[in-house]
C-alpha cells in the first residue's frame, strides 16, 4: 500500500468508515500508521487477522501494482476469505486481466470489482472519479463507500457509478487515460506554438492559459498548465519548465488504449499520435542527429490573431480526442456485452479525475439528449464548434508544417475531419490494389456483391 493506497484509506476513514489496512511488509504497514494516525483506521500484520477483522461481507480493496503480484494477492486473499466476500482491485489493471480474474474469483463463490479510479494522490485523498465494474447486485455493497468518497461535481452528484461487469471499470478508466494521453499532449504542442510561433515567453503563456481556463477550455490540465510555466525553479535559477528534459514517460494505459482501438477497428489516430510522441521524445540521440542533418525551418510571421486562432485549434482537438474515446466506448459496449451509459461516463468525469472539464457537461447533454449517437462530434452542439473553428485548425496546422513546429496530435485532428468530410478517400483504389496482387475482390458502386478483375497477374520488378 502506496501513497494512493494510504490516501484512499484516510478518505474512507475521513468519511466515518472503520478501515483496516495491512501490507505484505509490515514496515510499511508501521509507516502509514506513523504518518497518516486516524482514529478509523487499524493496521494489521497478518492477512488472517486482516480479513477475520472486517463484517461480512467482507470487502477488500488492493491498490498495488499490475500485473502478476495482483494476482498472487488475489491467491493468497482467497486462502482467508469467504463466499460472498468481495475482492475490490483499484489499481491501474489491463481490463482482460480483470475480466479473468473476476471469472476466477467469481467460480470461489466470492465477487471481485475492478475499480478504475482517477485523480492522484489528492484525488485519493479528497475525492476522485471512481468507475466501478463487476457484479451489479453486489455493486449494492460498495456502492456506498465509494459514493461517499468520491469527488462531487457543481451539481453535487458523486463521481461515480456503476460501469458494468467484469472489466468494465477498468476498460473506462484506460480509455480514459487516453483521452488524457491526447488532451496533455494537445496542450503540449499549443505551447511549442505560443513560444516558437508566437514568440511568448512563460509569464505571457501563463496568462493565456489562465485565461483560457475561464471559459469553454475551463479544464484541469489547462489550469495546471498555467501554473507550472509560473513556477520557480527550487534548484536552480529562472523557471523549472525551462529546467525539465524534453522526453516524457508513460506507464501504458494509453498504449493499451491504442491497441484496443485497432482491435476494435476504431480510428484513435490522435489518441495514438499522443503515445507516439511520447515515444519519440525520448529518441534524444536519434533527434539530434535528424537535427543536425535535415534542420528546421525559421518561423515566419505568424497570421492575424494568431492565439485564437489556436485556442479554437485546441477546443477542437479536445472534441475529437473525446469523439474518438467515447466511440471505441461504443464499439467494446458491443465487443463485450457492456451497457454502458456514455452520459453517466461524462458526468464522473466532470470533477476528481485528470480531465475533468467544462467540455463534459456538453457531453453528458449530447449523450442525454441521444444515448445511440454514432459520433460525439455529430451533436449539433459539437458541429457548430467545428464548423466554426475548423479554419482556424487548418490555419494552425499548416503553419506549424511549413515550419517545422511539431504538433503530431492537432494534425491528426486535421486529417481526421478532412476523412470524415470527404466524399472521396481513395480506399477505391486500394481496393483495386489488393484485388491486383491478391485476387481479394472489390466492390463496386453501381451494383451489390464482390468481384474479382482479371489483372495482369505478372508481378514485375518496377
Known amino acids: 500500500m502506496g501513497v494512493m493506497g494510504s490516501n484512499l484509506a484516510l478518505n474512507f476513514a475521513d468519511h466515518g468508515f472503520s478501515v483496516a489496512v495491512c501490507n505484505v511488509t509490515p514496515d510499511l504497514t508501521d509507516k502509514v500508521l506513523r504518518e497518516h494516525p486516524h482514529e478509523q483506521i487499524k493496521g494489521y500484520y497478518d492477512l488472517k487477522a486482516f480479513v477475520g477483522a472486517l463484517e461480512r461481507p467482507r470487502r477488500v480493496i488492493i491498490m498495488i501494482l499490475a500485473g502478476k503480484p495482483v494476482d498472487d ?20 489493471s489491463y481490463f482482460e ?36 465494474g463487476g457484479d451489479a447486485d453486489a455493486y449494492a455493497h460498495v456502492a456506498p463507500f465509494f459514493e461517499a468518497i468520491a469527488a462531487r461535481a457543481a451539481d453535487g452528484v458523486p463521481c461515480c457509478a456503476y460501469m458494468g461487469t467484469d472489466g468494465a471499470g477498468h476498460y473506462v478508466k484506460m480509455v480514459h487515460n ?7 499532449q494537445l496542450i503540449a504542442e499549443v505551447y511549442l506554438l505560443l513560444k516558437y510561433a ?20 475551463r479544464s484541469f490540465l489547462v489550469g495546471i498548465t498555467s501554473k507550472i ?21 508513460q506507464k501504458g494505459t494509453g498504449r493499451w488504449t491504442s491497441i484496443e482501438a485497432l482491435r476494435e477497428g476504431v480510428d484513435l489516430s490522435l489518441i495514438t499520435a499522443a503515445c507516439n510522441a511520447r515515444v519519440l521524445s525520448n529518441c534524444t540521440a536519434e533527434r539530434a542527429a535528424a537535427a543536425a542533418g535535415v534542420g528546421t525551418e525559421p518561423c515566419a510571421d505568424v497570421p492575424a490573431n494568431f492565439v485564437e486562432t489556436v485556442r479554437r485549434s485546441l477546443y477542437i482537438g479536445k472534441i475529437i480526442a473525446y469523439t474518438q474515446g467515447f466511440a471505441l466506448y461504443r464499439a467494446a459496449a458491443r465487443t463485450h456485452g457492456w451497457h454502458l451509459d456514455y452520459a453517466g461516463i461524462a458526468r464522473i468525469f466532470r470533477s476528481g479525475c485528470i480531465i475533468q472539464a467544462e467540455l463534459l457537461g456538453h457531453i453528458a447533454a449530447a449523450y442525454e439528449k441521444d444515448p445511440e449517437l454514432p459520433l ?13 473553428y475548423l479554419p482556424d485548425l487548418h490555419s494552425t496546422g ?13 494534425l491528426s485532428a486535421v486529417s481526421y475531419l478532412d476523412m470524415l468530410c470527404a ?33 495482369d497477374h505478372v508481378i514485375q520488378s518496377y
Not at 73 to 89: A, K, N
Open 178 to 184: 487516453g483521452i488524457e494521453y491526447a488532451d496533455m
Open 423 to 455: 466524399p472521396q478517400m481513395g480506399a477505391n483504389l486500394i481496393q483495386g490494389q489488393r484485388d491486383y496482387f491478391g485476387a481479394h475482390t472489390y466492390e463496386r458502386t453501381d451494383r451489390p456483391g464482390s468481384f474479382h478483375h482479371q489483372w
Open 73 to 92: 494477492v488475489i491467491d493468497e486473499l482467497l486462502t482467508v476469505m469467504e463466499p460472498g466476500d468481495m475482492i475490490l482491485d483499484t489499481g491501474n
Open 229 to 249: 510555466l509560473r513556477e520557480p525553479d527550487d534548484l536552480g535559477s529562472g523557471m523549472l519548465i525551462d529546467r525539465i528534459i524534453d522526453r516524457a514517460g
Open 398 to 410: 499548416a503553419y506549424a508544417a511549413a515550419h517545422g513546429i511539431p504538433v503530431p496530435a492537432l
Open 376 to 388: 460525439l462530434l455529430l451533436d449539433e452542439f459539437f458541429l457548430t464548434r467545428i464548423r466554426s
Open 198 to 217: 508566437g514568440g511568448c515567453d512563460n509569464a505571457q503563456m501563463s496568462d493565456i492559459f489562465e485565461e483560457w481556463n475561464t471559459g469553454e477550455l
Open 97 to 132: 486481466d480483470t475480466v479473468r480474474r473476476a471469472a476466477y474469483v467469481e467460480s470461489k463463490g466470492l465477487f471481485y470489482f475492478g475499480v478504475g479510479v482517477s485523480g492522484g494522490e489528492r484525488g485519493a485523498r479528497f475525492g476522485p472519479a471512481v468507475m466501478p
